[in-house]
């Protein structure tokens, strides 16, 4: 609600003359919190039902957390907006330790990320690594209630709710690589509308829109959904696009990296630049990785 509310206040600045409403809806991705995402159908039940609000006409537009939207649309949508980017970063919030690689072994580390985990066993293969789902507040209210030692979420949503000061560290993408599209807000119309598109423009924001179409190209072109331990992190240098990528299994026992970077100016060469970062990951033998992920 408050990306959606945060869209509405700005197009209603942009265009006084409308009025901007919002129609709150609860997705099968906020019901169903007793399973983790890959177990229940992936990222794409934060979507669906908006995506049939668009295609009937009931809504406009609808605002998504873009590592939320599936890496390839249904024909008849579109993407043309990605705003600018918060923080991308993960965060660690305990009271109990400044950092998850200061917990005592056997620690408990709460996330459903498969991308988290796999980071985190592979640098503390001692420490038990347990589900977590639910929205901010269930999330922090487990952590006090003493279920867990330690979580890491998004710091944007932290952030962005006012509870930045639950931050006890933010984690340095080198430790642990942000997900696709991690703190960027994506913007879904239907494809045939054009009066949309040009109403929304102004909130596109091009520098994290080419950060996010190439790290969104490695996803694709790797076949990544939820249940596929998948990082990938693109940032500016000057004019130049450097973009990490990882791949890997759950457990942390084998990681595949891909560091590329390009002078970028369009979305084609964005674009390009994901499809590279993903040829060298299968060069690394990532078919064989997913294969084997496929299986389990």
């Known amino acids: 609600m408050w990306q959606a509310e945060h869209v509405q206040a700005l197009l209603q600045a942009l265009h006084p003359s409308s009025r901007v409403c919002l129609d709150g809806m609860t997705t099968r991705g906020d019901q169903i919190l007793d399973k983790t995402l890959a177990k229940v159908g992936g990222k794409g039940l934060f979507v669906k039902e908006l995506e049939l609000a668009l295609e009937s006409g009931e809504a406009d537009l609808a605002v998504h957390s873009l590592k939320d939207v599936p890496m390839v649309l249904p024909a008849g949508f579109a993407l043309p907006v990605i705003m600018q980017r918060e923080d991308p970063r993960d965060a660690w919030v305990s009271e109990r330790a400044p950092h998850f690689t200061a917990l ?67 984690i340095d993408p080198a430790e642990l690589l942000p997900a696709v599209g991690q703190a960027a807000l994506g913007i879904e119309i239907r494809a045939d509308r054009a009066d949309m598109a040009v109403m929304l423009a102004p909130l596109d924001h091009a520098p994290t829109h080419l950060c996010a179409l190439a790290e969104r190209s490695v996803a694709r072109a790797l076949g990544g959904s939820c249940s596929t331990p998948l990082g990938a992190h693109a940032q500016w240098s000057g004019q130049t696009l450097e973009l990490r990528a990882l791949l890997g299994l759950p457990d942390g026992s084998r990681m595949l990296r891909a560091e590329v970077a390009a002078t970028v100016a369009t979305s084609a060469q964005a674009d390009a630049l994901g499809l590279e970062a993903a040829r060298q990951l299968r060069e690394q033998g990532a078919q064989a990785l997913l294969d084997q992920l496929e299986a389990s």
Do not use: C, F, H, W
């Not at 072994?105 to 001692?126: F, N, W």
């Not at 789902?133 to 979580?151: H, P």
């Open 104 to 170: 005592p072994p056997g620690a408990v580390v709460g996330t459903s990320s498969l991308r988290r985990e796999m980071q985190i066993r592979a640098l503390r293969p001692d420490l038990r690594v347990m589900p977590l789902r639910g929205n901010l507040d269930t999330r922090l209210r487990k952590l006090d209630e003493g279920q867990y030692d330690g979580i890491v979420l998004a710091a944007a949503g932290l952030k962005r709710l006012g509870l930045e000061a639950r931050i006890r560290a933010l």
